[in-house]
């Protein structure tokens, strides 16, 4: 039997609409919370989940605003955090911002043409960027993907917040990597910006949702995805939180032994051609693993006591330049847009994610010289970022 399938689609022009909201804050770093509008249909779950969240986030700081507590609480390093909100409403102490993209279904054009726009401010100034699409779309596991750096924020945030489940919520343990998934794209992978992408996610025991279709509904969250909307307000604590704390705190909460750990799982399962030398990159994530703890273990000693202005910038000043180190400017050689040699997409997993890119991408070619040249350009980024955060 012939089938003819016609697509009748009608192309035209149209302006992309970013809302970006500022809080005034005392200092230029930022922490950047986003979430795209534009659905695909209907789009209960994706974007509108993510959208109810990020709208409770900012009423709550809007709230404590209007009723003083900005005026006398500044955050410790006075971080400002970038929040999706009207520009206008809230004149606060604390800097904050939120973005509410556009044009994400159709290949994230708002956020990409924003964040490179900015991208010289953002290099400079930005330490994390978190996203949420989804609150939840059905699923009971707490799935997040991201950099290692933000694990540790993370996972501490997550212990403060409620399960919306009744008991115990199951998080992902394999979740530090990013794919192309969304609106945290530019940041990672482009700019070298820590990112996390927050979402209870569907598991292998939970039926195929209504992703990206008609059905994609409010009466199919209000029966199947979130009755009560549990996990939608729990998604809001744990993205308020984790903002609040990279923002407030004067020593960044973050882990550089988590993203060592992490490397060192991505060689091991890297399967080199046996021609290949990759002798030189496993001492050099050796010695990041050494220096990394180093990192961590003075970061842990800082919290004990009242740290100096001179420590908490020798500090943060280094978890920042891991992920900016590992950016190779020339780009990954067949797709030179992506930048980073420490994780990015995969180039044929669809949404998925891998470690060591350049390589990765290598091995697809069957070229020994070739792979040979991507892991002697990593271990040059691993041994770079390994003397960006070495201690005196």
């Not at 991208?119 to 009971?140: F, M, P, Q, W």
């Not at 997040?144 to 008991?167: F, H, N, R």
């Not at 609106?183 to 979402?199: E, K, R, W």
Request: proline share 4%; with cysteine; net charge negative.
């Amino acid at each position: 039997m012939l089938v003819d399938l016609v697509n009748d689609t009608e192309y035209i022009d149209m302006k992309l609409y970013n809302v970006i909201g500022t809080i005034k804050g005392a200092l230029s770093e930022c922490v950047v919370l986003g979430n795209h509008h534009d659905p695909w249909s209907a789009g209960c779950v994706d974007p509108d989940t993510g959208s109810s969240a990020m709208n409770e986030v900012v009423n709550r700081k809007g709230s404590r605003s209007r009723l003083g507590t900005s005026q006398n609480h500044v955050p410790q390093n006075h971080v400002r955090t970038q929040l999706c909100i009207s520009i206008d409403v809230y004149p606060l102490t604390v800097r904050s911002i939120l973005a509410s993209w556009d044009g994400e279904e159709y290949g994230l054009l708002g956020t990409t043409a924003w964040a490179t726009q900015n991208s010289d401010h953002l290099k400079r100034n930005c330490i994390a960027y978190i996203n949420v699409d989804e609150s939840t779309n059905g699923g009971d596991i707490l799935g997040p993907v991201g950099s290692p750096l933000l694990a540790e924020t993370l996972y501490e945030a997550a212990k403060v917040v409620p399960s919306p489940l009744g008991e115990e919520a199951e998080v992902d343990n394999g979740w530090c990597l990013l794919d192309i998934g969304s609106d945290f794209t530019v940041s990672q992978h482009h700019l070298g910006i820590s990112s996390t992408d927050l979402a209870f996610n569907a598991g292998p025991r939970h039926a195929v949702y209504q992703y990206h279709t008609k059905y994609d509904s409010t009466l199919w969250m209000e029966r199947f995805g979130d009755p009560g909307y549990q996990k939608h307000k729990a998604m809001a604590q744990l993205w308020g939180l984790v903002a609040f704390r990279l923002a407030s705190n004067a020593v960044l909460a973050l882990s550089a032994t988590k993203y060592a750990q992490r490397l060192a799982e991505g060689f091991a399962s890297m399967n080199a051609p046996a021609a290949v030398d990759a002798s030189e990159l496993q001492r050099a994530l050796a010695r990041f693993h050494e220096q990394a703890s180093h990192l961590d273990g003075f970061r842990a000693g800082l919290s004990e006591r009242e740290p100096t202005d001179e420590e908490v910038w020798a500090v943060n000043s280094r978890y920042v330049a891991i992920e900016r180190g590992f950016l190779h400017f020339a780009g990954l050689s067949q797709r030179p847009w992506y930048k980073h040699l420490a994780f990015g997409p995969g180039l044929w997993e669809g949404y998925g994610g891998v470690v060591f890119p350049a390589i990765a991408d290598a091995m697809f070619l069957k070229d020994v010289a070739v792979i040979q040249a991507a892991v002697d350009l990593t271990t040059a980024g691993v041994n770079r970022v390994t003397e960006f955060i070495r201690l005196p």
